[in-house]
Nanobody, 124 residues
């Protein structure tokens, strides 16, 4: 059974940090790029970041560039999203997904498997 399980969300003050984790199982981890997406109330799903399965290259959306960092521990089948300098507008449910490719963007339609999401709330 394919599973993607996000963790690490929570409530944090503006300027704070959280490290989100995405633990994957049930598929060949090395064959899939992993993307992070988020959806705020009343807004569309937004592609945040992704990491390529082929060469480890990364992509960041403009709204998070310079503040978020994606990384992968292939031995643990886990991808991390380090979120720094958080802003109230970062408040959303964050999802990880497996699929790809991760090239010049992270389009939700290209991702096959999805996690349940983890809530990130940033207070001002």
């Amino acid at each position: 059974e394919v599973q993607l399980v996000e963790s690490g969300g929570g409530l944090v003050q503006a300027g704070g940090s959280l490290r989100l984790s995405c633990a994957a199982s049930g598929f060949t981890f090395d064959d899939y790029s992993i993307g992070w997406f988020r959806q705020a109330p009343g807004k569309e799903l937004e592609g945040v970041s992704c990491i390529s399965s082929t060469d480890g290259s990364t992509y960041y959306g403009d709204s998070v560039k310079g503040r978020f960092t994606i990384s992968s521990d292939n031995a643990k089948n886990t991808v991390y999203l380090q979120t720094n300098s958080l802003k109230p507008e970062d408040t959303a449910v964050y999802y990880c997904a497996a699929g790809g490719p991760c090239v010049d963007g992270v389009a939700s339609t290209m991702y096959d498997y999805w996690g349940q999401g983890t809530q990130v709330t940033v207070s001002s």
